[in-house]
């Protein structure tokens, strides 16, 4: 429905607006560098978020750094290959200064959620940039290809870097230990939805998963990287597990 488009584009556009002032203010408060940086790339890093989600949508979209720019009323489309690199840069450089699991305050995001949407967006960059075939594919797809073909094999290489370093976090663990059931079913168990997945696809918007996941996912979208399969569109979500049990 449109309703959900507009509050998805209100809610990641929000996000943004308060990452921007958080990463303004604190870049010029008199604070020691210790105590402030980590709240910066913490910001940066839900920022990302922010724009990555907005990106995969609607693909060229307005680019505010700014704390200002979130009182103009106009404001020129950024291309989206332009933003990705950004958000690229900007994640690399927030890593090293973000919380490590265990240390971090209460309710912040630490590393390892920040490497996990760093690697999902190399991922997007990468296998969008390989999915594009002019006779076939959403048109949309042309732009991931133009920007990112050359660079789709060392984005994946570090996302295999990125996931062996969340996979090897001693903080968090699966679930399961029997990884074959995280996405299956049967009359014994349903782990169709559970808490653990940390990318997820699903093929036919709305039927499987959960409402609450999949409540903006349209049934199909220009800009949602993926290939059509007969009359549906292939789409992308992404969700972690932040409970240590």
């Given amino acids: 429905e449109t309703s959900h488009l507009e509050e998805y584009w209100s809610a990641n556009y929000t996000l943004v607006r308060k990452s921007n002032e958080v990463i303004a203010n604190l870049w010029n408060s008199p604070l020691d560098e210790e105590v402030k940086l980590p709240y910066i790339a ?6 990302a978020y922010g724009y990555f989600r907005l990106l995969r949508f609607w693909g060229d979209i307005p680019f505010r750094l700014a704390e200002r720019d979130a009182w103009v009323s106009t404001f020129k489309l950024t291309p989206m290959a332009d933003i990705y690199r950004f958000l690229i840069a900007d994640l690399e450089w927030a890593l090293p200064y973000i919380w490590e699991p265990g240390v971090k305050p209460r309710g912040r995001l630490d590393n390892v959620g920040a490497r996990m949407i760093l690697a999902d967006i190399y991922l ?112 992308f979500d992404w969700a972690a597990s932040f409970d240590r049990n």
């Avoid at 913490?42 to 920022?47: F, G, I, K, S, T």
């Fill in 42 to 47: 913490e910001a940066m890093a839900l920022r």
């Fill in 124 to 235: 997007t960059c990468a296998s969008s940039a390989r999915a594009y075939d002019p006779a076939t594919s959403a048109r949309a797809l042309k732009p991931y290809f133009t920007a990112f073909d050359n660079d789709k094999e060392s984005y994946w290489t570090r996302v295999k870097e990125l996931t062996e370093e969340v996979m090897g976090s001693s903080y968090y663990t699966l679930e399961t230990a029997d990884w074959t059931r995280l996405w299956g079913y049967s009359g014994t168990y349903d782990s169709r939805s559970n808490r653990e997945h940390i990318w997820t696809s699903q093929v036919v918007p709305g039927v499987l998963g959960s409402k609450t996941l999949f409540k903006y996912t349209p049934t199909y979208s220009e800009y949602c990287p993926g290939q059509t399969v007969g009359e549906l569109f292939m789409t």
